[in-house]
C-alpha cells in the first residue's frame, strides 16, 4: 500500500446504520420450521457510504459525509460513530420527515452441525422516495460549498432517493469545474446517463449488463462493456467488478486490463462493492494509475469477502497481503502480543474462537485426534504451545526434543489449526486470558481436574469440551520405543576381543 498524503474526499450517498446480531442455533422453533437464534452479541456501524467513510478515516483520508439521516435513535448513533471517527458531518443534513436507513443482520451458527457462522435474515427499515425539493436544494448547496476544500469525490448510490439527477449532476459538474475526481459505485438502473462526466465508474457485473444490455459471458464482452460505458458516459476509465472472475479495467485512451481475484474463501460478499470503491477511488485520486488502483482494490475486495458483515480493510491489511510468501504457512505463528488482535478480527467477523495447549513436543496421532476434535467446535483453532523453558520445568531435563520454532513450524503446517502461539509460562492462564476463546479443549484425561483458564472462559459465556484419547499414543511412549534402556544397550554392546601381546623374542 503506497504512503498517501491526508486527502480531504467527500463521500456522497446514503449512509445506513448496520445492525448485527450474533448468536447460537441450538433448536428448530416449535412455532414454525424456523431456526431459534440465541443472541449473545450485539453489534453497530455504518454502512454503505458511511462504510465508505470508515474504511477511508482507516486509511489516513480526511472523508466528509454528504447524506442525511432521520431526526430518531438511530441517526443520532450515525453521527456520534462518525463524531468518534473524525468523519466531517457539516453537510449531513437531518431530515424529520425521513427515518434513518437500517439493515439489521441477524447471523448464528448451528452448533449441533459444527457449522461455521452465516447470515440467517436481514431486515432492512427505510423510505426509498426522492428527498424533498427543499432538501434537495439544501444539499446542492452543501455539495457546492464542500468542493472547494475536497480533493476528490466518492459516489456511493444504492438508489435510495437521495441521490437524485439534480444532486448528481450538481456533484459530477462541481467537481469537473474544480478539477475534482469523481469515482461512483453506481446504482441498479437502466439508465447510467445520470452519471455521464464522472472521472470513473466501478459497476459490478449485474449492473453493467442491465445498463449496457450485453451479457458479460466472456473477455470480450467484458471489454465491449467497459469501452461503452467509457465512450457514452466520457469516463476516463469504468473497472467493472466480476465476482469470481475478478475485475475488467478500460480507460478512455484504449488501454485494458484484466485483474484476476486470488482464490480464497468466501464468507460473505456484504461491503466488498464498498471496499472497491474506497480504495480504487481513494488511490486514483491520490494519483495512482487506474491499473495499480484497480489492482489493489482487487486485493482489497479479496480480503473483505473473507470475512462476515462489513469488515474495514486497513492499510495494515493490505501491506500484509502483498507481502511475498514463502512458506504460507508460517504466518499463523504469532506472538503473545499479536494474539488478542488478530483474534478480535476473528470475533468481528463472526467466527467462533477454539483453544488448545500441550508440549506437541513428537507430532502423532494422538495429538492429530486432540487437533480434529478442536478444530470441530468452532471456526478459528489457536493452539498454545509451551517454550522449551515451559517444557522443561513441565518434563525435566532431555526435552523438548524438538525446539520451539520447529514444534510451531509443524503445528501451523497442519489444516486444521489457524494460529500458533508459543507461550514461556508453565500454565496456560495468561494466554488463555489474551485469546479469550469460546471453546477451551483438553484431553479427556483431565476429567474431574480443575483446568487452566477454565474459571476465566465459563465466566464469558464460553464452554471446556474434553477431546477423547488414541490409546497408547503419547510422546513419553513415543520416546521410549526410540531411547533404548540402560539394559537394552549393554545388550546391543559389541563383544570385547581380546588380543595377546605380541611372543618375545
Request: hydrophobic content about 45%; charged content about 25%; glycine content about 8%.
Amino acid at each position: 500500500m503506497p504512503e498517501l498524503k491526508p486527502l480531504n474526499i467527500l463521500v456522497a450517498g446514503e449512509v445506513i446504520l448496520d445492525r448485527y446480531l450474533w448468536g447460537d442455533v441450538e433448536r428448530i422453533s416449535p412455532e414454525a420450521p424456523i431456526p431459534v437464534l440465541r443472541v449473545n452479541r450485539r453489534e453497530e456501524k455504518p454502512g454503505n457510504a458511511g462504510f465508505v467513510m470508515a474504511s477511508l478515516r482507516a486509511l489516513g483520508a480526511r472523508p466528509g459525509a454528504l447524506s442525511v439521516v432521520g431526526a430518531d435513535r438511530n441517526g443520532a448513533m450515525l453521527r456520534e460513530i462518525f463524531h468518534d471517527l473524525g468523519v466531517e458531518t457539516r453537510a449531513l443534513a437531518v431530515d424529520p420527515d425521513r427515518p434513518t436507513i437500517v439493515k439489521e443482520r441477524m447471523l448464528g451458527s448451528v452448533q449441533s452441525a459444527n457449522r461455521a457462522t452465516q447470515q440467517l435474515l436481514r431486515v432492512d427499515e427505510e423510505d426509498s422516495s426522492p428527498i424533498s425539493a427543499a432538501r434537495e436544494r439544501a444539499l446542492i448547496a452543501s455539495a457546492k460549498s464542500e468542493l472547494k476544500r475536497a480533493d476528490g469525490v466518492l459516489v456511493s448510490d444504492i438508489n435510495k432517493g437521495l441521490l437524485t439527477p439534480a444532486l448528481l449532476r450538481a456533484i459530477i459538474d462541481g467537481a469537473a469545474r474544480r478539477c475534482v475526481p469523481v469515482i461512483v459505485d453506481p446504482r441498479l438502473t437502466d439508465d447510467f446517463s445520470i452519471y455521464r462526466g464522472a472521472t470513473a465508474l466501478t459497476p459490478n457485473r449485474y449492473e453493467t449488463e442491465r445498463a449496457t444490455g450485453i451479457r458479460l459471458k466472456d473477455r470480450s464482452a467484458w471489454r465491449a462493456a467497459a469501452e461503452k460505458l467509457v465512450r457514452e458516459l466520457h469516463l476516463r476509465a469504468c473497472l467493472i467488478t466480476l465476482d469470481r472472475d475478478g475485475m475488467y479495467l478500460a480507460e478512455r485512451d484504449g488501454a485494458d486490463a484484466y485483474i484476476p481475484t486470488t482464490p480464497r474463501d468466501v464468507y460473505d460478499v456484504t461491503g466488498a462493492g464498498d471496499v472497491v470503491l474506497t480504495v480504487f477511488g481513494l488511490l486514483a485520486i491520490a494519483g495512482l494509475s487506474f491499473p495499480s488502483a484497480a489492482a489493489l482494490a482487487n486485493l482489497a475486495a479479496g480480503i473483505e469477502v473473507g470475512r462476515i458483515g462489513a469488515e474495514i480493510v486497513t492499510g495494515e491489511d493490505l501491506a500484509a497481503a502483498l507481502q511475498p510468501v514463502h512458506n504460507g504457512y508460517e504466518k499463523k505463528i504469532v506472538s503473545a502480543e499479536e494474539i488478542a488482535a488478530a483474534l478480535a478480527r476473528e470475533r468481528r467477523a463472526g467466527r467462533k474462537i477454539v483453544f488448545t495447549n500441550g508440549c506437541f513436543d513428537l507430532l502423532h496421532a494422538g495429538h492429530l485426534q486432540i487437533l480434529n476434535f478442536a478444530r470441530a467446535q468452532g471456526d478459528v483453532l489457536v493452539v498454545g504451545l509451551n517454550s522449551d523453558r515451559g517444557v522443561r520445568a513441565l518434563k525435566g531435563a532431555g526435552r523438548p526434543v524438538q525446539p520451539a520454532a520447529d514444534r510451531a513450524r509443524l503445528l501451523a503446517a497442519l489444516e486444521m489449526v489457524n494460529y500458533v502461539v508459543v507461550f514461556d509460562e508453565t500454565r496456560a492462564e495468561k494466554i488463555i486470558r489474551a485469546a479469550r476463546p469460546d471453546v477451551l479443549v483438553k484431553g479427556e484425561d483431565y476429567a474431574g481436574q480443575k483446568i487452566d483458564g477454565q474459571d476465566f472462559v465459563e465466566r464469558c459465556g464460553g464452554r471446556v469440551a474434553l477431546a477423547p484419547l488414541l490409546e497408547g499414543h503419547s510422546t513419553t511412549a513415543t520416546l521410549g520405543r526410540i531411547r533404548p534402556t540402560a539394559g537394552d544397550a549393554q545388550s546391543r554392546r559389541p563383544a570385547s576381543r581380546r588380543i595377546d601381546p605380541a611372543p618375545q623374542g
